[in-house]
């Protein structure tokens, strides 16, 4: 075999190889996004399944299922972008924030600084919601 057909051969191989890994990543790509889609559902039914058995829910669960329905919005703009929606974490924040505050209020009663804390850490992550927001978006 001569240094060119050699050389052809490697670039052959190494153009093969190349296709392979990034089909080998799409494919662990889209089984990720199905399980972590799955992990979704079936905690946000065990969740419901929580309340019903309850008898009732309260604003805290109701906010659990925006949670899990914001989860499973980033889970399908990822799977349509293939881009992180970095929007739909800070929702998902505000609404584990604002759960946490109506928790604590609802089983503590009283005024205190941690509510306080809770309340500037959901209008941080509001601002910046709004400066993170698209370029071609007007306001």
């Known amino acids: 075999m001569t240094p060119q057909q050699l050389s052809k051969l490697r670039e052959t191989y190494k153009i093969w190889l ?12 889209y089984l990720a996004l199905f399980v972590i889609g799955a992990s979704i559902v079936w905690s946000a039914v065990h969740a419901y399944w929580g309340m019903v058995g309850n008898g009732h829910a309260t604003l805290g669960d109701i906010l659990l299922l925006f949670i899990y329905l914001e989860l499973g919005a ?12 970095v929007r739909c974490l800070i929702f998902v ?5 604002s759960r946490l505050l109506i928790g604590d209020v609802q ?3 009283q005024e205190g600084m ?7 850490a959901i ?4 601002l910046s919601t709004w400066l993170i927001r698209p ?3 007007k306001s």
């Not at 190349?18 to 790509?29: Q, V």
């Not at 924040?93 to 924030?97: D, K, R, V």
């Not at 941690?114 to 500037?120: E, F, P, Q, Y």
């Open 93 to 97: 924040a505000i609404t584990a924030l």
């Open 107 to 109: 089983s503590h009663h």
């Open 114 to 120: 941690g509510i306080l804390w809770v309340a500037v």
């Open 135 to 137: 370029a071609n978006h």
């Open 18 to 29: 190349d296709e392979l890994g990034l089909l080998l990543i799409e494919l662990f790509h």
């Open 74 to 85: 980033m889970v399908g703009i990822y799977f349509q972008t293939n881009a992180m929606p």
């Open 123 to 126: 209008l941080l992550l509001s």
